[in-house]
Antibody, heavy 115, light 111 residues
């Protein structure tokens, strides 16, 4: 069974940092491209970042470029999102999603940016 | 990159059909056959229902179908069932720097 489990969310002050993790199981993680997608409370889905299966190709949404860093460790079947210079508008549930079309999703982890 | 435009809500009675539109531009929906649709129940993660405009992943009922004409894609749910009540989001590829542009979302209510 495919499983994606996010962790690392929480309450952080504006300007602070957080590192999200996504643990994958049940599929060949190293063969899948991965994404982070977020959803602000009561709002729609917003794509955040993409990383290819090897990690050699990375893209970011303009809203997070220069502040967030996506990475992966295929040996550990894990995906990461380092989030720096956090703003109130980054408050959201963050999902990791895998596959060519975001076929698989985790349950999400809530990030709250507030003083 | 702006979000794709979807109607805020749609509804139908059990057994009826409902169609949701997703309007973009020639730079996203109209430029590629990479439109996907996701279903999201309250408090749950999204679930892929349609990919590449009209293909269904294994396990998705054939009551769900997708199509595209020009810059507008559509999702049709036939034979509505109570469990189809959810939010639905479209998504389109918009170039290598923008692999996913999501729609604004549509809440489907089964009357």
């Amino acid at each position: 069974e495919v499983q994606l489990v996010e962790s690392g969310g929480g309450l952080v002050q504006p300007g602070g940092s957080l590192r999200l993790s996504c643990a994958a199981s049940g599929f060949t993680f190293s063969s899948y491209e991965m994404n982070w997608v977020r959803q602000a409370p009561g709002k729609g889905l917003e794509w955040v970042s993409y990383i290819s299966s090897s990690g050699s190709t990375i893209y970011y949404a303009d809203s997070v470029k220069g502040r967030f860093t996506i990475s992966r460790d295929n040996a550990k079947n894990s995906l990461y999102l380092q989030m720096n210079s956090l703003r109130a508008e980054d408050t959201a549930v963050y999902y990791c999603a895998g596959g060519d079309y975001c076929d698989y999703w985790g349950q999400g982890t809530l990030v709250t940016v507030s003083s | 990159q702006s979000a794709l435009t979807q109607p805020p809500s749609a509804s139908g009675s059990p057994g009826q059909s409902v169609t949701i539109s997703c309007t973009g531009t020639s730079s996203d929906v109209g430029g590629y056959n990479y439109v996907s649709w996701y279903q999201q129940h309250p408090g749950k993660a999204p679930k892929l229902m349609i990919y590449e405009v009209s293909k269904r992943p294994s396990g998705v009922p054939d009551r769900f179908s997708g199509s595209k004409s020009g810059n507008t894609a559509s999702l049709t749910v036939s034979g509505l069932q109570a469990e189809d009540e959810a939010d639905y989001y479209c998504s389109s590829y918009a170039g290598s720097n923008n692999p996913y542009v999501f729609g604004t979302g549509t809440k489907v209510t089964v009357l």
